[in-house]
């Protein structure tokens, strides 16, 4: 049995990358704060048949990662691999961001990662095998108007991940980054006017310095799910420290 921990797991690509991994035969600990939308899609994936378990917690917290990483382990053994996957977007100018919208971004997207890293990490090493992927952003290398906190955080999480990955390689971990360019979730809709999303993010906008995405349509997470896998399969058993970019050359294969 492989057990395979997801944060971020309650919806977009979080929700994407559990079933995908659960269908391909992983025992999936689902982990999101949203303790409703978590347990409504862990649901959805029990339905199926699928073997997955929901864990509430928040990401950010030290005592609650703890908690449920040892949870995890004494219930369903040792955890194999693990997927960063929790983020949040606040949108702002950076000289006018509040320090409550800077806090949380980075609590989620940066020190999240951290945590939940460390304490899977720190389990593994005497075992001495287990794969992580962060999930992180095009943004974490190309500059974006108003996403200042969210470039930052996933700048962190990216070079914290490989970092850990240069320490821990000799023990057998590899450690990576998929980095998803404009993606069909609840968090690009929210940044554009309703049903307006997929058709800006394509065309793009110069006036904001973005490019569109070459080829024509943004990602579904499942795109983004499967890039995941891969970095998490023994056909990525000599990859380690690599980002994978994930958005259809919008940032023109510079990420």
């Given at each position: 049995?492989?057990?395979?921990?997801v944060s971020?797991?309650?919806?977009?690509?979080?929700?994407?990358?559990?079933?995908?991994l659960?269908?391909?035969?992983a025992?999936?600990?689902?982990?999101?704060?949203?303790?409703?939308?978590?347990?409504?899609?862990?649901?959805?994936?029990?339905?199926?048949?699928?073997?997955?378990?929901a864990?509430?917690?928040?990401v950010?917290?030290?005592?609650?990662?703890?908690?449920?990483?040892?949870?995890?382990?004494?219930?369903?053994?040792?955890?194999?691999?693990?997927?960063?996957?929790?983020?949040?977007?606040?949108?702002?100018?950076?000289?006018?961001?509040?320090?409550?919208?800077?806090?949380?971004?980075?609590?989620?997207?940066?020190?999240?990662?951290?945590?939940?890293?460390?304490?899977?990490?720190n389990?593994?090493?005497?075992?001495?095998?287990?794969?992580?992927?962060?999930?992180?952003s095009?943004?974490?290398?190309t500059?974006?108007?108003?996403?200042?906190?969210?470039?930052?955080?996933?700048?962190?999480?990216?070079?914290?991940?490989?970092?850990?990955?240069?320490?821990?390689?000799?023990?057998g971990?590899?450690?990576?980054?998929?980095?998803?360019?404009?993606?069909?979730?609840?968090?690009?809709?929210?940044?554009?006017?309703?049903?307006?999303?997929?058709?800006?993010?394509?065309?793009?906008?110069?006036?904001?310095?973005?490019?569109?995405?070459?080829?024509?349509?943004?990602?579904t997470?499942?795109?983004?799910?499967?890039?995941?896998a891969?970095?998490?399969?023994?056909?990525?058993?000599h990859i380690?420290?690599?980002?994978?970019?994930?958005?259809?050359?919008?940032?023109?294969?510079?990420?």
């Open positions: 049995m492989t057990v395979t921990l971020g797991a309650a919806g977009g690509i979080g929700a994407a990358v559990a079933r995908l659960a269908e391909r035969g025992t999936v600990v689902a982990v999101d704060r949203d303790a409703e939308g978590l347990a409504t899609a862990a649901g959805k994936l029990a339905a199926d048949g699928l073997a997955v378990h864990r509430p917690a928040d950010g917290c030290p005592a609650s990662v703890e908690a449920l990483v040892r949870g995890v382990e004494d219930d369903l053994g040792p955890i194999d691999r693990l997927v960063n996957a929790a983020g949040v977007l606040r949108l702002g100018e950076a000289r006018r961001l509040s320090d409550e919208d800077w806090h949380a971004t980075l609590a989620v997207n940066a020190t999240g990662v951290f945590l939940l890293s460390r304490a899977v990490v389990r593994m090493v005497p075992r001495g095998r287990g794969a992580l992927v962060t999930v992180a095009n943004a974490a290398g500059a974006r108007a108003d996403m200042a906190a969210y470039a930052a955080s996933k700048a962190a999480a990216t070079a914290f991940t490989r970092c850990l990955g240069l320490e821990v390689a000799r023990y971990i590899r450690c990576n980054v998929v980095a998803p360019g404009s993606t069909d979730t609840p968090m690009l809709h929210g940044m554009h006017p309703p049903g307006a999303a997929a058709a800006a993010a394509v065309a793009g906008n110069p006036d904001a310095y973005r490019t569109g995405i070459p080829l024509g349509k943004v990602a997470p499942l795109d983004v799910a499967h890039a995941v891969f970095l998490l399969s023994d056909e990525a058993g380690t420290l690599e980002t994978l970019t994930v958005d259809g050359g919008a940032t023109l294969g510079a990420v």
